[in-house]
């Protein structure tokens, strides 16, 4: 089984649309959670930090639950320029290395 | 967010030959480098660990003879693959971390895209 898992996608949407995507994570003893975004051809960008509480950037919401092990990120409103693959990010306590979902694809069309 | 830098970003070798990619960190020290390697539509996938002025940590599968690292200052990090094959055509990319407090926190070069022909 896959440390971190999401699905492939694609998700093709409309302009304005609300999406969302999911994650899971197989280690219990994962610490810190990211969503990152990857445009083609180009390296990765932290989008933001997942937080048990839930968190907001703008469009953006990211949720984790720790007890099923999962994390989210919701995108409101989406705009064409929101068009990336979507990582799921995870690290170990005790580790500072990143482990990375395979990602998910979002394609905004006009 | 901090500046990391790749250079080439791009390369085409031919089989046999060795390439050497350099990672540096322009505006901050980094105290660890990671290298990570990723094919088409796949994950990114760690190769490597390193911490300036001691040897490399590498992942299960990655054979350290073949990609040779060095991360002699705490600006610069350089993968070497030696003897490249087509196999060994991917996308290779640096990231830094550094003394923000933020241990987690990575900042990505641009990538490499290495093709062996």
């Known amino acids: 089984r896959k440390e971190v898992e999401q699905d492939p996608g694609p998700f093709n949407v409309p302009e304005g649309a609300t999406v969302a995507f999911n994650c899971t994570y197989s280690n219990s003893a994962s610490q810190s959670f990211f969503w990152y975004r990857q445009d083609c051809r180009k390296e990765p960008k932290l989008l933001m930090s997942v937080y048990s509480s839930g968190n907001e950037d703008g469009r953006f919401t990211a949720q984790l639950n720790r007890a099923s092990q999962y994390i989210s990120l919701l995108i409101r409103d989406s705009k064409l320029s929101d068009s990336a693959t979507y990582l799921c990010v995870v690290t170990q306590r005790g580790y500072n290395k990143l482990i990375f979902g395979a990602g998910t694809r979002l394609a905004v069309h006009p | 967010g901090a500046v990391v830098s790749q250079h080439p970003s791009r390369v085409i070798c031919k089989s046999g030959t060795s390439v050497k990619i350099e990672c540096r960190s322009l505006?901050?020290?980094?105290?660890?480098m990671f290298w990570y390697r990723q094919f088409p539509k796949k994950s990114l996938m760690l190769m490597a660990t390193?911490?300036?002025?001691?040897?490399?940590?590498?992942e299960q599968g990655v054979e350290k003879d073949k990609f040779l690292i060095n991360h002699a200052s705490l600006t610069l990090s350089t993968l070497t693959v030696t003897s490249a094959h087509p196999e060994d055509s991917s996308f290779y990319i640096c990231?830094?971390?550094?003394?923000?407090?933020?241990?987690?926190?990575?900042?990505f070069g641009p990538g490499t895209r290495l093709t062996v022909t």
């Open positions: 390193s911490n300036e002025g001691s040897k490399a940590t590498y």
């Open positions: 990231s830094a971390s550094g003394t923000s407090g933020r241990g987690y926190e990575q900042y």
């Open positions: 505006d901050f020290q980094a105290t660890t």
